[in-house]
């Protein structure tokens, strides 16, 4: 995983109609397309920036879909979360966009009783966030500006620019008829553009559930009406690391070694370790649980000399446990993150013996090399914008409250001022900004 510069910084661009078209100022949707939670925004016709409630009375929606096998309906969000976590019987699919450029999307996967492919699955939970918008703004909405990460995949423009495409056509057969794209951590920019005086120059760092991405943006409220910011952008880098990595790394330190992950076996080996690794990978779980790799878990009892540990696996992967252990990992992490005091990870659903616990220090420990990676990146944005140091750090996206994280970033940029933005519904905002001044 490298933190590369992004090759384009254009600002937008419609996918449908010339720049030169005229189109009559429709309203434009922001919308955050999330690894872990999707937000929306519009200006309305007051011109008044809204964050829509996409999720109750929430900003951000996970962006998570349930097909529920007991019902036969289908579950968006927060509903679909909590439904799986109660234990109702049906498929949970998360972290979506981390499918979008490869050659998944068009795969099908079981849903219940039929398949479809996970392209269709972007499409309806696109579907289902239109509908949610439209049903906040009182009337259809045509008009799209899609968030993107500096990098969907790293090192592989063709799959990059495949997983941009995946996503406007999943926006186009979901009833968008207009789709232009913009840079998230730009979109983050023009929100906190809205709240500074003069001109300043930030390294604007989003740090979500997927990716992390940094701007080094001079931002001034004077120009923040101008389609070409160009000359204003003075690097853009991202990385793929985010959230979910850490959940991985953390439920790999500190659960799965309970289901054997790492355990010295029979002949003093470890046992195979690619169970675990699909275990803790949001998106992959799925694949732990099928009759292939569930009889070669079943059959891995040979190499393990604690046969508490194969049970506890076997318990877990019969039970489809893997994304409920995930997100009790996300609980632990953040409400250790906020506290700073250990928080325990609860699987006793699992008859775990010891509850593993999320320390500050394991959470360090574990995190370390990939921290490192964010940091490094989020230098290397300062150096390429050709400053020796920015003066503001502004922070957006969920991990960027990430405690170790924000240390590691102040030790890096001692002189820097951090701000903390909107953490969940900035980028949205700043694309409904983007998509405003596109229609002036
Ligand atoms: N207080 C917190 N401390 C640490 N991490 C947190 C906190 N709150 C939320 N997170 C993490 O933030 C992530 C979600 O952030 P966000 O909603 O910004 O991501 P996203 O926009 O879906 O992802 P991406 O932008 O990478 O596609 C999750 O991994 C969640 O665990
Ligand atoms: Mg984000």
Known sequence: MVCADAHSTAPVQDQRTAPSEKRGGSIVLGIDFGTSN????????????????????????????????????????????????????????????????????????????????????????FKELKRRCEAHAGHPLTHAMLGRPVHFVDDNPERDALAQATLGRAAMEAGFTHIAYQLEPIAAA???EQRVAAETVVLVVDIGGGTSDFTTIRLNPARSRQTERKADILATTGVHIG?????RLLDLSTVMPSLGYRHIGRGNRPVP???????????????????????????????????????????????????????????????CSISGQDAAVHMEFLDAGATPMVTAAGMELALQDALAQVVRCAQECVVLS?????????????????????????????????????????????????GAVQQD
Do not use: C
């Open 190 to 192: 023009l929100d906190y």
């Open 38 to 125: 999707s937000a929306a925004a519009l200006i309305d016709a007051n011109g008044v920036m809204q964050v829509v409630p996409l999720d109750g009375a929430r900003a951000e929606m996970p962006t998570a879909v349930f097909f529920n096998q007991e019902t036969h309906s289908v579950l968006y969000g927060s509903e679909a979360m909590q439904a799986y976590l109660s234990g109702t019987e049906g498929r949970l699919l998360r972290s979506l966009k981390s499918l979008l450029g490869s050659s998944l999307m068009d795969e099908h996967t079981a849903v219940g009783d039929h398949s479809l492919r996970y392209f269709d699955i972007v499409v309806l939970f």
């Open 273 to 335: 370790n690619s169970v675990f690794f699909d275990l803790s990978t949001w998106h992959l779980i799925h694949q732990a649980y099928t009759r292939k790799a569930m009889h070669f878990a079943k059959e891995l009892w040979t190499d393990f000399t604690d046969q508490a540990l194969h049970k506890r696996l076997m318990s877990a992967l019969e039970g489809q446990y893997g994304h409920r252990l995930l997100a009790e990992v996300e609980t632990a992490k953040i409400a």
């Open 386 to 434: 050709g400053l020796e140091q920015v003066d503001v750090v502004y922070l957006t996206g969920g991990s960027s409250a990430l405690r170790p994280l924000v240390a590691a970033l102040q030790a890096a940029m001692p002189q820097a001022t951090l701000v903390s933005g909107n953490r969940f519904g900035g980028v949205a905002a700043g694309l409904a900004y983007a």
């Open 243 to 247: 959230g979910t990595d850490f959940d």
